[in-house]
């Protein structure tokens, strides 16, 4: 059974910088890109930003190039999204998501992530 467990998450200043960790279980780690969205309160789940099963490409939403960074560690079966230069509009609900097919080459939306986590709040006031 796939698990993904997010952490990380809290409240910051704007202008501030949090880490978000997400480490999965269940099936081969190292074999299946991952993403990250977000909710915010009455919205549809946006995503953030996707690395691939390798690690060696990722993809971003236009809203947070620049200032978020995804990355993966296959040893730790774990993903990241590194935040820096928060605003009070990256408030939401975080999640990350691993796709359903492996070794894909696609950015999938929403539809392509088999498994989600339980999700992390960020809170950034200004």
């Known amino acids: 059974q796939v698990q993904l467990v997010e952490s990380g998450g809290g409240l910051v200043q704007a202008g501030g910088s949090l880490r978000l960790s997400c480490a999965a279980s269940g099936r081969t780690f190292s074999s299946y890109g991952m993403a990250w969205f977000r909710q915010a309160p009455g919205k549809e789940r946006d995503f953030v930003a996707a690395i691939n099963w390798s690690g060696g490409s990722t993809y971003y939403a236009d809203s947070v190039k620049g200032r978020f960074t995804i990355s993966r560690d296959n040893a730790k079966n774990t993903v990241y999204l590194q935040m820096n230069g928060l605003k009070p509009e990256d408030t939401a609900v975080y999640y990350c998501?691993?796709?359903?097919?492996?070794?894909?080459?696609?950015?999938?939306?929403?539809?392509?992530?088999?498994?989600w986590g339980q999700g992390t709040q960020v809170t950034v006031s200004s």
């Open positions: 998501a691993q796709q359903g097919i492996k070794f894909s080459s696609s950015w999938p939306g929403r539809r392509g992530y088999a498994y």
